[in-house]
């Protein structure tokens, strides 16, 4: 059945351009004089403007969270299955507001964008952007839309590193934060692991110092190594067993090939692609490198790198949080090792510490940290029933 | 409500910090909440006890109480309530400690092991109780450390806890003259309001 025919899909929808012509003082000091944001909205927005969930992208994701551009679409949104008419974020009782976060390159200001001060593009110019200056953009497109309150503001991954920055910031603009598979801050570890993405694209022969635009070319091989790096990051050692473990390759008969399942059903003696998780992992490196840009994966990387609310309390991660005024929900996964339950443990004893309301959820599942983004029964009944309590919060608050 | 939950609703303050340890479909924290506006959270390990709980506007966190309370700060909040799974825990004794630093009372209600019914069970029978409270064969029950009345006044005159308020009712919720006069013989659930000495 084509996407926009099932009854819980938002069917098609259309982005829109919203341009500021105000400064946006950036955390690095400097400052972009005007900027643009691309954004979709599903549902309807109330009377009293209570409605309305913000949606956080994460690294690689954009403003396409739900439903079809157009019927020939292949694939909806990145978060369809959990928006949508009946669905966890239920449009029909939220409207929905996603966005590409400045730096991006689905659209909003970044690196692909003209630079409107030398009618250029911006390449490795585009200042780099941290997830403060994000929530303040963001801040400026509620102001635009008429969003006093945000009726939750909802991400996983670094999206979720946002929903903190908002209620530690503007603690008075929203009354729930979902908070999905994040971190109070990035370990060494994650920080390794962007580092080796980031020396994969600058070091590939077509970055040209990030000019590789004007070079008409991309760092096509750094940019695949950084995406094949990343993706080993976001699934589990169980989940790739099990993808790559289905023993049909002829020489691999036990079930129980912890996912050595080979390519062509012989070994080459060489140094060629064997085993089905390398072929995979090129196939996924390869399709990236063509659909996202690497400045922008630079600028991401680091906005993550850099986020720590905890800078502006002497390291204290739960004084900053004092600040907040919603309820929380915290939500973790079993095999996530990039942001593991240990992770979201200490942003959930941190709201304790700091006297805050907080319901937290270590849900058990297989796919790493990529279950943010998979229906996972748990993870999607606990978010709908919390939302759906939520909105009978606000039809209480109106009568 | 089950009966053990309207006694020791009387011992919370309006307003007050509670801590519900095993606080299943989150029922008495909806009723503490809206009848003493209290400010709560429960620490539950069920799935689906869970998802009422949230569902329910309950703050709920999935926690193993087995692995402590060492998350919580000593003196967060006034009351910590432990009812009806004292006898499921790992190490009672250790959990009591850690309800009396993190809150200044607590509540502790469990079935009691020494009630009439139980001691026929074993003395005449032969075999281990399974009660309304005690439902469960010995083979499969969560339940690993049963005591009586008198065992847990004895770990509290150990652990230098002291007793506020120590009732005991029977299955219908009902207090006598003879269950005040004979607590660990003739009641069914034991209910404990007690603090630090």
């Known amino acids: 059945m084509p996407e926009e025919l099932k009854t819980d899909s938002v069917g098609i929808v259309s982005p829109k351009c919203i341009h500021f012509d105000e400064d946006l003082a950036l955390r690095s000091g400097k400052t972009l004089s005007g900027f643009d944001l691309m954004i979709e909205t599903y549902g309807e927005l109330n009377q009293d403007r209570s409605n309305a969930i913000l949606i956080c992208h994460a690294l690689s994701g954009d403003h396409h969270a739900a439903g079809l551009h157009s019927e020939s679409d292949a694939k909806p949104g990145w978060w369809d299955h959990c928006i949508g008419p009946g669905k966890a974020i239920d449009t029909k009782l939220f409207f929905v507001v996603a966005l590409n976060n400045l730096g991006g390159c689905a659209g909003s200001s970044g690196p692909t964008s003209l630079n409107p001060e030398t009618g250029k593009i911006y390449g490795p110019d585009f200042p780099v952007v941290t997830v403060r200056d994000w929530v303040k953009s963001q801040v400026m497109l509620s102001d635009r839309l008429g969003i006093e309150h945000w009726a939750a503001v909802v991400g996983g991954s670094l999206g979720g590193m946002q929903v903190l920055r908002w209620a530690i910031s503007y603690p008075e603009r929203l009354r729930h934060a979902v908070c999905i598979a994040a971190a109070p801050k990035l370990s060494a570890q994650n920080i390794a692991f962007n580092e080796v993405a980031r020396h994969s694209i600058i070091n590939d022969p077509n970055f040209h110092d990030g000019h590789y635009l004007e070079a008409n070319t991309y760092p096509k091989l750094g940019l695949m190594l950084a995406r094949m790096v990343g993706h080993i990051t976001y699934l589990s050692d169980s989940a790739m067993r099990e993808k790559f473990g289905r023993a049909d390759s002829g020489i691999e008969s036990s079930t129980a090939n912890f996912g050595r399942d080979l390519r062509s059903g012989k070994l080459s003696f060489g140094f060629n692609v064997d085993f089905q998780v390398e072929s995979y992992l090129h196939y996924q490196g390869e399709r990236f490198s063509e659909n996202f840009d690497a400045n922008t994966y630079l600028l991401m990387t680091k906005a993550l790198d850099y986020f720590d609310p905890s800078v502006d309390f002497d390291g204290d991660f739960s004084g900053a949080l004092q600040q907040a005024t919603c309820k929380f929900l915290v939500i973790s996964f079993s095999t996530d090792w990039r942001f593991p339950p240990e992770r979201s443990r200490e942003i959930v004893n941190d709201l304790l510490k700091a006297g805050k309301e907080v319901s937290y959820l270590e849900v058990e599942a297989d796919q790493g940290h990529d279950a943010f983004l998979l229906p996972i029964p748990r993870y999607i009944n606990a978010l709908k029933a919390y939302l759906k309590r939520a909105h009978t919060e606000i039809v209480e608050r109106a009568t | ?197």
């Open chain 2, 1 to 197: 409500m089950r009966p053990d939950l309207e006694i020791i609703q009387q011992w919370i303050e309006p307003g007050s910090r509670v801590l519900d340890l095993g606080c299943g479909d989150g029922s008495l924290l909806t009723y503490l909440n809206s009848a003493k506006k209290v400010s709560s959270v429960g620490l539950e390990i069920d799935a689906g006890n869970i998802e009422k709980c949230i569902a329910s506007g309950v703050n709920v966190i999935e926690q193993n109480m087995d692995q402590g309370l060492g998350n919580f700060q000593s003196n967060s909040f006034d009351t910590v309530l432990l009812t009806q799974t004292l006898q499921a825990l790992s190490k009672p004794h250790d959990l009591l400690d850690e309800m009396l630093r993190v809150g200044q009372y607590g509540i502790v209600t469990f079935p009691n092991f020494g009630n009439w019914k139980s001691r026929l069970d074993l003395a005449l029978k032969g075999r281990m109780p399974v009660s309304k409270f005690m439902p469960h064969q010995w083979y499969e029950t969560p339940n690993i450390h049963f005591c009586t009345v008198k065992d847990f006044d004895a770990l509290c005159h150990e652990s230098q806890i002291k007793i506020l308020t120590r009732t005991v009712v029977d299955s219908r919720h009902q207090g006598s003259w003879a269950m005040k006069a004979w607590p660990n013989f003739l009641g069914e659930i034991a209910i404990y309001h007690i603090t630090r000495k």
